[in-house]
């Protein structure tokens, strides 16, 4: 199991920020979390890595009461598929 871990405006999974083998990034604004990229490597891909970072940036904006603004096309096909998140999500 892979730990993934909270950066500066991002959640990663690797040794460092700089070297992530997987991450979400997002831009704060506001009362808003801007998720403007998803990138996970192909040694991880079709392990449900995406899904797992996702997951995790949907509890870190109810843990800090923020809403996520699905800019990245994998969070928007995520807040699609996952109707249970759906209010932590606007447009």
Do not use: W
């Amino acid at each position: 199991m892979h730990t993934i871990k909270k950066g500066t405006n991002q959640l990663y999974i690797g040794d460092t920020e700089e070297e992530a083998i997987a991450k979400i990034t997002f831009i704060p604004e506001g009362d808003k979390l801007i998720a403007n990229h998803t990138f996970v490597s192909e040694q991880l891909r079709g392990q449900g890595i995406a899904k797992k970072l996702t997951e995790e940036l949907v509890a870190h904006a109810k843990e800090e009461n923020k809403k996520i603004v699905p800019e990245c096309s994998y969070v928007e096909v995520f807040m699609k598929r996952y109707k249970e998140h759906q209010a932590v999500f606007v447009k």
